[in-house]
């Protein structure tokens, strides 16, 4: 049963037993199964479904595919919501809601419509012409200009859904499943190659499905429902229904979106909504097809005014009626059979006007047995009727083909104009892939450029895509195309091939008059200015008429790239699918040089939108990056740790406990570090075990500083400059025999660290004998830090002697810690990042939760506390010593830092030749300095400026700016460290630094405010 | 000895032994218990260095790219020109020279450098093991390159991960230690399409 007004009692692909409620615009409407949005639409009499981008004039459904421009719907609703989604391609299911976009307040009611009457105030450019001064102003302009023009609105609340990413290799990939992707995969598939077959309907059969064409003596969708069932049988073949080729990239890496849920109300369980494809294909046949043109004549743009193919498949394929009395013009074939499928469906058809002088005879007897007129060597002039078709003016061009023959008008009513303008293959995807086009006067239309050769890629093209526009051409040619492909991909079938399918109407058509515009009733050298006759549009999505293209070339623009840009032709989502050729011909014509010398503009991807979810897949929320952790995570978790991230690590950033803030805790913690004891997981540096007799050799290139001298059983701290003699990494490296040490990095740079000592040692110094290995992973490091320190890990490990002679400052052992984990062996270093009494305890990674609660069980007795990454940057800025990428910048030498006691003269190392750089030796460099706040309890923001004078205001020169700052429990006040422009000799000078509005006064210091605790001396008990 | 390490997805698998079992998954998870290996590098074109590696262990170090070779409860994953992965005791890495592959390859120019702590290796297995895979990992799963007895260095969403085929269409995966965590979501998130069942044990 069907109740909708303009459905057909029999025919097309929908299911009539089952009934589908959906809304649009607010309005309850049914469809069935097989529907799209635009077929339901259509069925149910809707014509009106948007308003034109730029002057707001109303549009209906030209199309029945992906390249309706106008049919632009805002699809679900809430943070399920897309805008511009098209109407053809929203496969109807029950509960759909979608909105017309564009339009306030009302669709059929649309303010913005004023602009199509002040359309003189919005010429082809308009944008760059009109808004541009005074400067000032842009933004206000620029803010109702994106109001009054853009699509729909994007969703206000966080998507529900998943989506996801999929990769796929294979030997043959099928772009498009018509009759030439079809018998192409068929064929492909045969060999035993791996196959996908990938399509942008649910349905395979592409065309077949609403042409009414017959193969092998059947409908041409009965011979497709029949290969699309073998395939999707064999193991080998992939079927992607739902699914469009969006980009072509180098060495035939595809990606395709499918959709995957799309026509469900809601994904089922577990289902992501769409799937981005990322293919690897040894081969690529594209049987992409082509697409209708329209005809470009004044007000074609009116609701009612269809594609002639499009109105085919409405019947056919949905068993539509798009109108009840049609009127058919066209320049080619292809008209002829949608009048005789109108005529069948019963829709009256008042007349087919063909522009050519001559009509193809074969269609004549059918078209005058079922009483339609033909008027050759006509043209549709213009369209009558504003929200709905009228009637058409229809005269004689000259032969010229611009200008019209006067004396011979005549107007015919009618409510459906079929347009066919020729067919446009589609070609995007191959011009992705580097391919070359070729224009085809002929034809009109640009054609895969001559022979194979002039692919740069392993690709074909098959079917009407390649300008083979007849289905016997699509059959053979597509099987060809499969089964050379899978050849070519290293697949052979044995034993014969599948059937060949014949056509049942095998003749080629005729070639189309290629007219670009058709001249405006009553004029001569008809110029569509929109004052006689109305608008003649050529891109419907971006509203650029011809009128635009022919004001551009007027102005000086030649090049097709700049009318592009000038007028916007072919930059909608539809990337000009109905409006490139079109476009390219009118300008052509006005500038009076033959099509190819204007050429074409370039298809970029996507051939058609991706959703940022689908690109996003499932790398969303938690999952967005990785989230590093430590072994023991799981304790700071517990411990109620607040974590910071660094690189992808999450470390402790401080342990607030009950009603402490941050600053309280970090206050707490570093005193802690200082008077007691402190604990601080460390596991997260870089660790790099470094092999081989010319060990050292090796990073007395890497660093600046001597490396040969350091005994066995030593530590070393290191600076790495890159080449241009910055510094790059620092970290203490030990000594763990003769060709044997353990580099540490920065958490940050320990993977580019690896690649730094990795790519010099295999490009520029292979003769060196070393290998470098990450054991970051491998090991938990516990750093033990305050003055009770020793006494604590005396308790773990009683054979070990701790005394500062045994075991100073800068050296490791290896010890056996008897009541943790049953004697865990443990490598200590003696050495620390915060200048108090240190210990590093590394223990393999596995072990280190064990370690760290025997630490804190044995530390209970001196309130051991477990502190974060700011108390350990407080502890460090205490004693001056900096950290790689918050003191340093890229632009920082040793010398800036006041380390150049770290550069050797002795040898030559990475970076060496740049630090004696006129530049790299002023005295007037940023140096870091300490700042002293004259108010000890105001705490700068880092990055704060320092400044001259006591005038904050800007504009001014900075002379440097607040590296790290800090409040220190320690020092009983804020401190901070600066790059300062020739710091090193201005230690005590007064200067300002602009916060807040203010000047705030303080003084340069050293960079330093508590001397480390290096050696021995345990402090006072 | 020492006591029982810790293992980096305790606490989920811990999380999922609390949910009821999923009979019909299409992807069961599963995280292997510690087992000791080491990354051992050497030169390939240094035959006294093959040959030690055979004498020590029993069978051929495997030379050829991404492949792998194993004997008597040892296996050999090929990662570089000059490195392997090697999963088994070959006795401890630490003093130096002390282990079995150690002594023998005293007086070749290599290294030993112990890995196990450092890594997780997730066993990824059920029907549809390879689709979720494949939503995850760039390479070609269905390559002969990636049938059991090679290996291969890829990422798993964003991680780095070195994958390792088994027979019957299951996967062990190797992670880093600290991505572990991550790369068990985003495993688990990727096979909710066909249901995730988690296996616990070995």
């Known amino acids: ?1021 | 000895m020492t006591g029982p390490r810790h293992q980096p997805l305790a606490h989920l698998a811990l999380a999922a032994a609390r949910e009821a079992p999923r009979p019909d998954a299409g992807v069961t998870l599963r995280a292997l218990p510690y087992q000791p290996s080491i990354i051992l590098r050497g030169e390939s074109g240094d035959a006294a260095f093959v040959k030690a590696f055979r004498a020590g262990l029993g069978f051929d170090l495997p030379l050829a790219p991404n492949h792998v070779s194993s004997h008597d409860e040892i296996t050999a994953l090929w990662l570089g020109p000059s490195e392997w992965l090697i999963l088994g005791d070959v006795g401890p890495v630490a003093p130096a020279g002390q282990g079995r592959l150690a002594r023998a390859l005293a007086g070749r120019h290599h290294a030993i450098i112990s890995q196990g702590d450092g890594r997780q290796i997730i066993a990824v297995s059920g029907p549809r093991a390879r689709d979720v895979l494949g939503k995850l990992c760039p390479l070609d799963l269905e390559s002969p390159d990636l049938a059991p007895g090679h290996c291969a260095r890829s990422i798993l969403a964003r991680c780095g991960i070195l994958l390792h085929p088994q027979p019957g269409g299951a996967y062990h995966l190797h992670v880093a230690r600290s991505f572990a965590d991550y790369a068990w979501r985003v495993l688990a998130e990727a096979g909710l399409e066909f249901g995730v069942a988690i296996a616990s044990g070995d």
């Open chain 1, 1 to 1021: 049963m069907t109740d909708a007004v303009h459905r057909l009692e029999n025919g097309g692909r929908i299911d009539r037993t089952q009934r589908l409620s959906f809304h649009f615009d607010g309005e309850t409407m049914h469809g069935h199964p097989g529907d799209t949005l635009a077929s339901a639409l259509l069925a149910n009499g809707v014509r009106l479904v948007g308003r034109s981008f730029k002057y707001h004039r109303p549009r209906g459904l030209m199309a029945a595919g992906g390249e309706e421009p106008n049919g632009l719907v805002r699809l679900r609703q809430g943070g399920r919501a897309e805008p511009n989604v098209r109407a053809t391609e929203i496969i109807l299911y029950d509960g759909l809601v979608a909105e017309s976009q564009n339009r306030w307040p009302s669709l059929n009611f649309d303010l913005g419509a004023v602009n199509d009457r002040l359309s003189p105030l919005f010429p082809a450019g308009f944008y760059y012409k009109t808004f541009m001064w005074p400067a000032s102003l842009w933004p206000t302009y620029e803010a109702v200009i994106r109001r009054m023009a853009g699509l729909g609105k994007a969703a206000e609340s966080a998507d529900p859904d998943r989506y996801e990413k999929q990769y796929a290799h294979c030997d043959v990939l099928v772009v498009g499943a018509g009759p030439a992707g079809l018998a192409a995969a068929h064929w492909a598939g045969r060999t035993g190659a791996r196959v996908i077959l990938a399509d942008e309907g649910a349905e395979l059969g592409g065309a077949l499905l609403g042409n009414g064409q017959r193969i092998d003596g059947r409908p041409g969708m009965n011979w497709a429902a029949g290969i699309g069932a073998e395939l999707a049988r064999a193991e080998n073949v992939r079927l992607l229904p739902r699914t469009i080729v969006a980009g072509y990239y180098d060495h035939n890496a595809l990606t395709l979106l499918e959709r995957v849920a799309d026509h469900l109300l809601q994904p089922d369980q577990g289902q992501p909504r769409q799937r981005l494809w990322q293919v690897r294909a040894k081969q690529v046949v594209l049987a992409t097809g082509a697409l209708e043109r329209p005809l470009v004549l004044a007000n074609n743009d009116r609701p009612g005014v269809m594609g002639a193919g499009a109105v085919q498949t409405y019947i056919n394929r949905y068993g539509v009626r798009p109108g009840r009395r049609a009127v058919l013009f066209t320049n080619n074939d292809s008209a002829y059979p949608a009048a005789m499928d109108l005529a069948k469906a019963g829709v009256a058809v008042a007349a087919v006007v063909e522009l050519r002088a001559q009509a193809p005879l074969r269609y004549l007897p059918e078209l005058e047995q079922l009483g339609i007129e033909l008027l050759v060597d006509r043209a549709v002039l213009s369209v009558t009727g504003r929200k709905s078709v009228t009637g058409v003016q229809i005269g004689k061009l000259n032969e010229a083909g611009d200008g019209v023959v006067a004396g011979l008008e005549r107007r015919i009513d009618c409510d459906l104009l079929c347009l066919s303008g020729g067919w446009t293959p589609s070609l995007h995807l191959l011009s992705q892939s580097g391919a070359g086009l070729q224009w085809d006067a002929a034809q009109g239309c640009f054609l895969p450029g001559p022979g194979r050769a002039a692919a740069s890629q392993a690709v074909r093209v098959a079917g009407a895509a390649n300008g083979d526009f007849g289905l016997q051409d699509c059959l053979t040619l597509g099987a060809e195309a499969g089964n050379a492909a899978a050849n070519d991909a290293g697949h052979r079938r044995r034993g014969r091939g599948p059937r060949k399918p014949a056509a049942d109407d095998a003749a080629a058509p005729l070639p189309p008059r290629p007219i670009w515009s058709i001249p405006g009733p009553g004029r001569n050298g008809g110029n569509n200015s929109g004052s006689n006759g109305g608008k003649a549009f050529v891109d419907f999505q971006s509203d650029v008429t011809a009128a635009d293209l022919r004001l551009a070339a007027r102005e000086g623009y030649r090049s097709i790239e700049h009318v592009k840009r000038y007028t916007t032709t072919g930059m909608g989502t539809d990337q000009g699918r109905t409006s490139n050729i079109n476009a390219l011909g009118i300008v052509a014509q006005a500038l009076d040089v033959p099509v190819p010398q204007v050429g074409h503009t370039t298809f970029r991807p996507p051939f058609s939108p991706v959703t940022f979810g689908a690109l996003a897949g499932g790398q969303v929320g938690p999952l967005l990056d990785p989230v590093r952790r430590t072994p023991m995570h799981g304790w700071h978790l517990a411990a109620g740790a607040v974590f910071e991230p660094v690189g992808q690590w999450q470390r402790p950033y401080y342990y607030p406990k009950a009603g402490e803030d941050m600053a309280a805790a970090v206050d707490r913690e570093s005193l802690a570090a200082r008077t007691s004891v402190g604990l601080m997981d460390a596991t997260t540096l870089g660790k790099i075990d470094i092999q081989g007799p010319d060990a050292a050799e090796f990073l007395n290139r890497i660093y600046t500083n001597g490396w040969k001298g350091l005994a066995v059983g030593g530590c070393r701290y290191g600076l790495m400059l890159g080449e241009d003699g910055m510094i790059f990494d620092d970290g203490v490296t030990a000594r763990l025999g003769q060709g044997h040490f353990h580099m540490t990095t920065t958490t940050g740079n320990a993977g580019h660290v690896l690649d730094w000592l990795e790519s010099w040692l295999q490009t520029e110094w292979p003769e060196l004998v070393v290998y470098c290995t990450s054991v970051t992973e491998q090991w938990a490091v516990a750093a033990l830090c305050g003055p009770n320190a020793r006494r604590l890990l005396a308790e773990l490990c009683p054979d070990l002697d701790l005394s500062p002679a045994a075991f100073p400052y800068m050296t490791w052992q290896t010890a056996a810690l008897p009541g943790v984990a049953g004697g865990l062996e443990a490598r200590i270093f003696r050495i620390g990042f915060t200048g108090e009494l240190s210990f590093e305890i590394n223990v393999p990674a596995g072990h280190g939760p064990t370690l760290w609660q025997a630490l804190m069980a044995a530390g209970e007795k001196y309130a051991i506390t477990p502190f974060g990454t700011e108390a350990m940057h407080v502890l460090r800025a205490e004693v001056g010593f900096i950290i790689v990428g918050q003191e340093t910048d890229g632009t920082t030498t040793p010398e800036d830092l006041g380390l150049g006691r770290m550069v050797s003269g002795k040898k030559d190392f990475l970076g060496k030749r740049s630090l004696s750089r006129s530049d790299s030796m002023r005295q007037d460099r940023p140096a870091l300095v300490g700042l002293l706040t004259d108010d000890p309890g105001l705490r700068v923001p880092e990055g704060a400026q320092l400044i001259a004078g006591t005038n904050p205001a800007p504009p001014q020169r900075g002379q440097g700016h607040v590296t790290s700052s800090y409040h220190s429990p320690n020092l009983g006040r804020t401190f901070a460290l600066a790059m300062l422009e020739g710091g090193h000799g201005r230690h005590g000078e007064a200067i300002h630094i602009a916060y807040d509005g203010r000047a705030v006064p303080a003084t340069v210091t050293a960079p330093r405010f508590l001397d480390p605790v290096l050696e021995a001396p345990e402090r006072a008990k």
